[in-house]
């Protein structure tokens, strides 16, 4: 605990306190920066508008801690009113000296907001055909057969789920197969709190399957895929890919649900 | 709202241990008139900390802390005990020192199994059954997690160890002052204490050695505390720790209560006037004192930075916070996403909260995690 929400600086608890230009921007000339950290906790996205190679607006939205809010709220004022290429030379320093300071370890992991300042402009750029974008997401083949799953057929793995009431109180895990295995993940929720629905899907192209899910209180975890399930000698534990962050990841649950065949159903 | 990272000094221990500084300044070791009653002293204070848990005073080991309890019980355990086994068994949800111990023993040439804990962090004990092996020397499983507050069923655990030949280890510190410890009942064979969670100062613990238990001492010296652990008597913390032992023994069944009826409205409270927030940990099978709580779409060290502004102090499991900057692992251990554990807070009780503090925090806290919702890309309520 030796980093004290104190040892932040007056200007970064002001930006904290009372953050600027915070919303969503949308239209043609708009463009959107997101960077994040998953092992950090921190998820920024910053929006700009542009007229004539100038930042007209910029609005900011971030999960994160004190100081990931304070940055993104600090860069936007920097850099609303420059040119593009203004902007692009606006670097994490910047932001930490316009802010006092920043805790030595916060300049690492949450001074995020520059990178999404630059993504947003690339991005910008890109849509006209300037630069590559920055979320260029490159699809992953679809492994059918995960490792760990037919050693744990029958003690955590199931390929299709008659009894929902056995599932009860269980963290379980339902892979993507269609409409077949959203129903059932909905039908999970009336026995466990604790449902989570893989998908390779992003938010966008999954549409009303996810809205439906997540007020069904279902975790949705978008572009993802299985990689293997751990255990003693049941389910224990899965490894996750999460291809928007190329990283993985263990999550522990006690059931992974893999419906085979329901997309042809 | 927070005592679980510190503990105030109750002001009645400091008044026991003060003589002890200046006055009464003999080492129990010497022959003299100052060394007899320093040695007097220590043994009182033994009798007192060994009747809290039902223990016999000569199982009563001194140490500076729980800290130090749990090292001298692992590893004074596992390599006293090598020739019998070389496999101990731990649970996924203890403290990160008895983590970083299990991680040592590995270096040194032991196997350590970690038992995983359900969605609401209770140990199975079927999964447990399941990692004894013939090689098993020790289990260690604490009477109740210091973060998500649930409780284990720490009688099971031990006499599923006694049945099968296996010494129990459980820290202990989690539980003080809210659960009643009975070394007896529980089947426990090495237990770990702190003085400064039932209100005693820092740098002084104690283990709890069952007569019969083996171990090889961690600090060689004079031979005090038979032999387990040398070094002058910090005859001050141990006075202290003993005033708060025998203060405890006599208040926890008043306080208790208390405590409970605090959490209850302050969870029942947070739960009804904040949208998409969770309890974590088990909803009775929990510590007296806990509330732990996770709101979708808002990350934990914002949230602390805006309870305090406000005067309320509280906890997170937030990487944010940690030296590590990883989330906590006992959040992961019950199956939380980062993005979860991210937005967990923690508010414990403790002998000098009042109920017009419970009344704060639920004044200020469904705007504080409004207003950081606002802000936030990914609150469900913020999308279509």
Known sequence: MDVKPTAYSARVLDHFQNPRNVGVLEGEDVAVGRVGNPVCGDLMEIFIKVVDERIADIKFRTFGCGSAIATSSMITEMAKGKTLDEAMKITRQDVATELEGLPPRKMHCSNLAADALHAAIQNYRAARGETIPMESVAAEPEVSVFAGEEAFLGKGVFYAVDDPALLKDQRVLVLDAGPTSAILSQDLMKYTDRVIFLTSDTPETSGKTAELLKQAGVKVLFQSRLKEIKGHDEVEKVLIHDSAENDDYDLVVDAVVILRGACDA | ?384
């Open chain 2, 1 to 384: 709202m927070d005592y679980q990272s510190a503990k105030p000094l109750d002001p009645r221990v400091l008044e026991a241990m003060l003589p002890y500084f200046s006055e009464e300044f003999g080492n129990p070791s010497s022959l003299h008139k100052e060394g007899d009653a320093a040695s007097t002293v220590l043994e009182d204070a033994r009798r007192t900390v060994a009747a809290w848990i039902n223990a016999a005073p000569d199982e009563i080991i001194f140490t500076s802390g729980a800290t130090e309890a749990n090292n001298l019980a692992l590893i004074g355990y596992a390599f006293r005990n090598r020739n019998r086994g070389n496999h101990l068994i731990i649970s996924e949800i203890e403290h990160i020192s008895l983590h970083n111990i299990a991680k040592y023993l590995e270096r040194n040439g032991f196997r350590v199994s970690r038992v995983p804990v359900d969605r609401f962090g209770r140990v199975s004990l079927s999964k447990l059954q399941a990692r004894i092996t013939p090689e098993t020397i020790l289990i260690s499983v604490g009477y109740a997690s210091n973060e998500i507050g649930t409780v284990q069923p720490v009688q099971e655990i031990g006499a599923l160890a006694r049945a099968r030949g296996i010494a129990f280890h459980s820290d202990g510190v989690a539980a003080e002052g809210l659960l009643n410890i009975d070394v007896q009942r529980d089947n426990v064979d090495l237990l770990s204490l702190s003085a400064n969670d039932i209100y005693g100062p820092r740098g002084v613990g104690a283990l709890y050695v069952r007569q019969g238990v083996r171990l090889n001492p961690l600090i060689i010296g004079g031979g005090q505390e038979k032999g387990l652990r040398s070094g002058s008597e910090n005859i001050p913390g141990i006075v202290g720790m003993a005033r708060a032992a025998a203060i405890m023994s006599r208040e926890m069944a008043g306080e208790v209560p208390r405590f409970q009826a605090y959490r209850d409205k302050l969870i029942a409270g947070v739960l009804a006037a904040i949208p998409h927030s969770h309890l974590n940990g088990h909803p009775v099978e929990r510590l007296a004192n806990n509330a732990h709580f996770r709101f979708q779409g808002v990350e934990g060290e914002s949230l602390l930075l805006s309870l305090k502004q406000k005067g309320i102090s509280a906890m997170t499991g937030s990487a944010c916070t940690a030296r590590t900057l990883e989330p906590s692992h006992t959040l992961m251990s019950i199956g939380l996403l980062h993005e979860e554990a991210h937005g967990s807070l923690e508010f414990t009780c403790g002998r000098f909260t009042r109920e017009e503090d419970i009344d704060r925090v639920l004044e200020v806290l469904p705007g504080v995690v409004e207003r950081l919702r606002k802000v936030s890309p990914i609150y469900q309520g913020n999308e279509g």
